[in-house]
């Protein structure tokens, strides 16, 4: 498949990953969030400096448009810009969540 087709195939919740990826490496667009400035305080993924800034005022935040590349191998998720290589390809493929093996080049 081509780039401007996995694209939709993101934006409508889908897992893929391109076919020179190793296994372990998917592809998803995360659901956009909003966490209010109450959730702060229990997130783990903020530095405490940045929490008490944000908490000083009162502020949450909001997280959209973000394509996330997630390691099974060492459960990682790293946020993914696509680049001309991987928007000109045509290897994309949509993954199957229940026939997809993510270990099967390490097995």
């Known amino acids: 498949m081509k780039f401007g087709e996995i694209l939709s195939k993101l934006q409508e919740g889908k897992v893929v990953r391109r076919k020179v990826f190793q296994s372990n490496l998917v592809i998803f667009m995360q659901i956009p969030a909003m966490i209010s400035g109450d ?29 996330i590349m997630y390691d099974f191998s060492d459960r990682t998720c790293t946020y993914y810009p696509f680049d001309g290589e991987d928007i000109n390809a045509d290897d994309w493929e949509v993954v199957d969540p229940l026939t997809y093996d993510p270990y099967g080049d390490f097995r």
Do not use: E, N, T, W
Request: glycine share 10%.
């Open 39 to 67: 959730g702060i305080p229990a997130m783990r993924s903020i530095p405490d400096d940045m929490k008490a800034l944000m908490c000083s005022y009162g502020v949450g935040i909001i997280y959209h448009d973000q394509f």
